[in-house]
């Protein structure tokens, strides 16, 4: 759901502020059912799959997890979903113990230790990896965002504002505005705004050439990838550069500031994510890096998120549990019978 902030556009100093709103906000149209935009991109890998598909491996912090789960219930398709114990607050309300979802946590990992285990079990036969930024699938479910702004706003915006992890969301939004102004829409393509946590901030470290620091608590976790895409062929680094972009960052006291303006401004409340990306971009404007008159289109990757009971994972390990991947295959294998 995309529509012209007044309230908040006005409290930032911003006369054409568009708001992207990815989230559950029924009153207004918007009707992501687990609050995240990682269900767009849920729908378009479903919409892409064989007919008889092997079983998809999904490491997540949370909301991807929550979203495929929604999605894929009932759909056929098999599934297995990766999480962090501390990201398992993210599929509250979530349907998780239906046939062809397996949820399996981490009681004690993060977001790189699912990985890890995503990566050993898509290796084993019958199983294949979501894929990432490199899933056409993933990224262009995500460009979606773009070309329901465009179809609103009636042009392409200057500049596009969201917080970042992996950053598939951005890299998506700046290949569609690519494929935009090569088809006579719009002269160029927004400049980037990527937001992170300013505790860490793996993206930024990168941008500014530094070394990644070593994993530290954050405000919005699920914005932690110690591996992003960043020097692939097309990937963030790329997508800066092309679009003039830059990467921002935003501390906790900021960005809970910020999700306490949204609410009062807008009406509903946002996901800690969104909160960083409103964040970053009220110091940019305080400090005239956008300027006051340009037309800005702010992604609001979650929001809205509903209440209900916690998850119950299919399968409970520990960070380095021997012998894991194997127990998890046999459990997907035993449960397809």
């Known amino acids: 759901m995309v529509y012209r902030s007044s309230g908040l556009g006005r409290a930032l100093g911003l006369s054409e502020l568009w708001i992207a709103f990815n989230g559950h906000w029924p009153e207004r149209g918007a009707s992501l059912r ?22 998809l491996v999904v490491p997540s912090v949370g909301n991807t997890a929550a979203a495929f789960a929604s999605v894929l219930a009932g759909s056929g398709v098999s599934c297995v979903l990766v999480v962090p114990g501390r990201g398992l607050h993210r599929l509250r309300g979530v349907e998780v113990s239906v046939p062809g979802v397996t ?20 290796a084993l036969p019958g199983f294949q990896a979501v894929g990432g930024v490199w899933n056409v699938a993933r990224r262009d479910g995500l460009a979606t965002v773009l070309l329901s702004a465009v179809e609103v706003m009636g042009r392409l915006p200057d500049h ?28 160029s393509v927004p400049r980037l705004l990527m937001c992170q946590n300013s505790d860490f901030a793996p993206v930024h ?20 990838n110690v591996r992003p895409p960043y020097f692939v062929p097309g990937g963030i680094e790329d997508a800066l550069r092309a679009s003039g972009g830059e990467v921002l960052l935003g501390t906790a006291r900021e960005a809970a500031a910020a999700g306490e303006l949204f609410a009062a401004a807008e009406g509903v409340n946002i996901e800690p994510a969104a909160a960083v990306a409103v964040a970053c971009l009220r110091a940019a404007v305080a400090a005239g890096r956008v300027p006051a008159d340009a037309v ?6 979650g929001g809205g998120r509903l209440g209900g009971a916690p998850a119950r994972p299919s399968v409970r390990l520990d960070r380095g549990d021997p012998g894991a991947v194997e127990r998890v295959a046999e459990l997907c294998a035993y449960s397809a019978i």
């Open 34 to 55: 687990t609050g995240t935009f990682k269900e767009l991109e849920a729908y378009t890998v479903l919409g892409r799959l064989p007919e008889r598909a092997p079983v």
């Open 103 to 122: 949820l399996v946590s981490i009681d004690d990992g993060d977001y790189a230790d699912a990985m890890a285990f995503a990566d050993q079990l898509s």
């Open 160 to 187: 596009y504002v969201q917080a970042v992890g992996s950053a598939v969301g951005a890299i998506a939004v700046h290949e569609a505005a690519c494929r935009l102004v090569a088809a006579g829409f719009g002269s």
């Open 205 to 224: 470290q990168m941008w500014r050439g530094g070394a990644v620091s070593a994993r530290r608590e954050t405000y919005a976790d699920e914005l932690v």
């Open 296 to 301: 800005v289109l702010l992604n609001i990757t």
